[in-house]
């Protein structure tokens, strides 16, 4: 009897436990005019280059910290890189002057096309080699897309400023006008 009643008392610790646990990783949407949710990546992170080869570094939104900031979060899929390469291409046009913005791109590798996570992987580690200034992140376990409570499959855009307040969040893909409204914000921040 007494056995029992430790086992009942047991199992509701671990119900309640478990649940304040669930309750506390559930993720924080992103609102325009709020904070960015702190979220770090220790499985894959950032991509790095040490001796010419590509290698990873655990990562934060820490990085973020008194940076005005782009930042895309995209599934890796062919459809995910299309919707919104051209706001990259905007990006490119409007040669911000160094250092004035971090943009960075996490790559949900836990949403990819059955199989072909090894193939985003290595393609993620050519374009870093590519282009060696860009800050890609490897986000190997989707805990950005848990986090931030994001839809799957696909791309979110936002623009941070310096104070770490959300000035610009868009999942899926952005018009022109919105386009327009993310290089204004970035241009209004960094004095462009």
């Not at 913005?101 to 590798?109: E, K, P």
């Not at 310096?162 to 921040?189: A, H, N, Y």
Request: contains cysteine.
């Amino acid at each position: 009897m007494r056995v029992r009643v430790m086992k009942e008392y047991l199992l509701g610790v671990v119900i309640v436990l478990s649940c304040t646990l669930s309750a506390n990783s559930v993720g924080d949407t992103i609102r325009k005019g709020g904070q960015l949710s702190a979220l770090s990546i220790g499985d894959k992170g950032e991509l790095v280059i040490v001796d010419e080869e590509v290698q990873f570094k655990p990562w934060s939104t820490a990085e973020f910290q008194d940076r005005v900031v782009f930042f895309q979060y995209m599934a890796a899929r062919p459809s995910a890189d299309k919707m919104n390469h051209h706001v990259n291409d905007a990006l490119e046009v409007a040669d911000f002057p160094e250092g004035s913005l971090l943009v960075t791109v996490v790559v949900n590798l836990d949403d990819v096309t059955f199989g072909a996570s090894s193939w985003a992987l290595r393609h993620l580690k050519k374009n870093k080699l590519t282009h060696p200034r860009a800050h890609l992140v490897a986000d190997y376990e989707g805990k950005g897309l848990q986090h931030w409570q994001l839809k799957s499959g696909g791309s979110a855009i936002g623009v941070i400023d310096s104070d770490g307040v959300v000035l610009f969040f868009k999942e899926g893909k952005l018009d022109d006008t919105e386009v327009e409204t993310v290089m204004s914000l970035i241009k209004d921040r960094i004095g462009a």
